[in-house]
């Protein structure tokens, strides 16, 4: 998802298809996630320190898509929770009613045939043996009027606590849709600023920048050296590296997990969907998402994943070269395993 020189770190952008914050949206997700702030309108920036500063950028930028992209996956989840909430409570409201109901019912029986006091009922009764039968009709109502009783209860109490625990789940999809959203300020922040650097380059410095990050390198779409060599891990990574190779070409778009543009971990997930495998959203999760091999042990397949805070993620496909999404205006493509400093290789 970033910029990449061979041992450096990186990171990406959405591009235009986001508009620039004001200066307070800005300033709140710069004091809210840890963003630096951004320089006054007039400062000038030296041209060397300009692409560093568009190195920076892109990296924190990749550091917030993560955590939007995790934030997103969390809504996800948080809706699905409140689905079933909402499913339960109408249930449970139904049993409550249908009790209710027949409390109701056994209650009007119980009157209609126990208005009178049990003695005088059996001094004006023609027949002993019906009062007899009506008398011991009632002893069941009562006993399974009091049984109803206490069903009802109990669903009255499993219903205030599904209300409940719904009402934390929609308060925790809040809170989440409040994070989404300034994650996605903070990207968008980032990735302005990184734009408006760039522009102001001269056309010689901006192909100079484009060469080092190998942004417009047509090559780095195919295969250098033929096709990859050693078989894949196993056959769900021998498929996810074939869907993984479909995708070279497409654009970066930061928070997509495919078919027309990916982020990083956006293209691992989608790659190994195409295998019949789930896995978590963000580069930090993948990492966990099988066993931990070392470098020398990987095979096309295996997920390597960079920098210490784990912010980017790619997928060995041999011959010492990663496919991943860079970063902004870089497509799917080609790049050495070695493009920026590994912090683990997780074999799926």
């Given amino acids: 998802m970033g910029f990449h020189r061979r041992h450096a770190p990186s990171g990406f952008d959405r591009g235009a298809a986001f508009s620039v914050l004001s200066a307070a949206a800005v300033s709140a997700a710069a004091a809210a996630l840890g963003a630096l702030p951004a320089a006054p309108a007039h400062a000038a920036t030296p041209r060397g320190d300009a692409r560093a500063e568009v190195d920076r950028l892109y990296q924190e930028a990749e550091k917030a898509t993560e955590a939007y992209d995790q934030a997103g996956e969390n809504a996800g989840l948080l809706r699905g929770r409140v689905s079933a909430s909402q499913d339960r409570i109408a249930r449970s409201q139904q049993r409550v009613n249908a009790l209710r109901q027949e409390l109701g019912s056994l209650a009007g029986a119980q009157y209609r045939s126990g208005g009178l006091d049990p003695s005088v009922a059996l001094l004006f009764s023609r027949d002993p043996a019906d009062y007899l039968d009506r008398a011991s009709t009632l002893d069941r109502i009562s006993v399974q009027q009091a049984g109803r009783l206490h069903e009802l209860r109990q669903a009255l109490r499993q219903l205030t606590q599904e209300r409940a625990e719904a009402a934390h789940t929609l308060a925790q999809l809040d809170r989440t849709r409040r994070d989404v959203a300034a994650h996605k300020r903070t990207v968008e922040q980032k990735l302005a600023r990184a734009r408006r650097l760039l522009a102001a380059l001269s056309p010689g410095e901006r192909a100079d920048y484009d060469q080092a990050s190998r942004s417009g390198r047509d090559d780095l779409l195919v295969p250098l050296t033929g096709p990859e060599s ?65 470098l020398s042990q990987a095979r096309p397949g295996d997920l390597v994943v960079y920098r210490s805070d784990a912010g980017h993620v790619a997928m060995y496909v041999g011959n010492g070269r990663v496919i991943h999404a860079p970063h902004p205006g870089a497509p799917v493509r080609y790049d050495p395993v070695d493009m920026m400093p590994i912090s683990s290789v997780t074999r799926v």
């Fill in 230 to 294: 050693g078989p894949a891990a196993t056959g769900r990574a021998a498929v996810a590296v074939a869907a993984v190779r479909s995708a070279l070409g497409r654009p970066y778009v930061w928070g997509a997990s495919g078919p027309s543009g990916f982020d990083c971990s956006g293209l691992m997930q989608w790659a190994y969907g195409r295998a019949g495998v789930h896995l978590p959203r963000t580069s930090q999760e993948q990492r966990y998402a099988g066993r931990r091999i070392p």
